[in-house]
């Protein structure tokens, strides 16, 4: 059972940036494929980023040249770099995790396991 804890959300303004962090019980991105997705109040949850253990990294297009990914393999952590935010990214955001052989996917129903979730709020 892998075990995924987020941090890092907060308030910024519009423009602002901030980086989440999934933090894994073992060493998961090498032999999983990691995600982050992100739901609004009232809105389905939906992929924002995907990575596999060969680091293809695949985007949303709503995040596509403002997030980016970046990885600490010591401490078992994987980072969601998020610039230039906009109100609409406000949602809680999700990592995930799905079990090897697998490839970089946005669909929530491939992932097998799921941290608790950081709230982001953009303000304008």
């Known amino acids: 059972q892998v075990q995924l804890v987020e941090s890092g959300g907060g308030s910024v303004q519009t423009g602002g940036s901030l980086r989440l962090s999934c933090v894994a019980s073992?060493?998961?991105?090498?032999?999983?494929?990691m995600g982050w997705f992100r739901q609004a109040p009232g809105k389905e949850r939906e992929g924002v980023a995907s990575?596999?253990?060969?680091?293809?990294?695949s985007f949303a297009d709503s995040v596509k040249g403002r997030f980016g990914f970046a990885t600490d393999n010591a401490k078992k952590t994987l980072y969601l770099q998020m610039n230039s935010l906009k109100p609409e990214d406000t949602a809680m955001y999700y990592c995930a995790a799905e079990r090897g052989p697998c490839i970089v996917s946005m669909n929530v129903s491939a992932y097998d396991y799921w941290g608790q979730g950081t709230q982001v709020t953009v303000s304008s």
């Open positions: 073992e060493y998961t991105y090498r032999r999983y494929c």
């Open positions: 990575i596999d253990s060969d680091i293809r990294a």
